[in-house]
Nanobody, 119 residues
Framework: VQLQASGGGLVQPGGSLRLSCVTD????????MSWYRQAPGKERELVAE????????NYGDSVKGRFTISRDNARTTLYLQMTNLQPGDTAVYYC?????????????WGQGTQVTVSS
């Protein structure tokens, strides 16, 4: 398994969770590290992305100010800290590592972790 996501669960509105995505070290040349989510009946959407070369981060409009993407110093784990969770955040969350460019793009996906926000 190249990417292993974990940390999902059931949380009340206003609560917090931290998702983790651990890599087994077999993916080289990663240029984008991301979290996506997919809610039932909806398309998969980008939640947040981290650019390793610059440290730059980008967020989807619906999560700005509430979610934070980060990577550990050992460069083996990608995190998504989620605060003030709302029912609209309920989805399966996937981590994604991207290598290559336009002609040789490869995307690696974790298996997904369920986040349910409900009272």
């Amino acid at each position: 398994v190249q990417l292993q996501a974990s940390g999902g669960g059931l949380v009340q509105p206003g609560g917090s969770l931290r998702l983790s995505c651990v890599t087994d070290g077999s993916i080289f040349g990663v240029n984008v590290m991301s979290w996506y989510r997919q809610a039932p009946g909806k398309e998969r959407e980008l939640v947040a992305e981290f650019i390793p070369s610059s440290g730059r981060t980008n967020y989807g409009d619906s999560v700005k100010g509430r979610f934070t993407i980060s990577r550990d110093n050992a460069r083996t784990t990608l995190y998504l800290q989620m605060t003030n969770l709302q029912p609209g955040d309920t989805a399966v969350y996937y981590c994604n590592f991207q290598t290559g460019g336009y002609a040789d793009l490869i995307q690696y996906w974790g298996q997904g972790t369920q986040v349910t926000v409900s009272s």
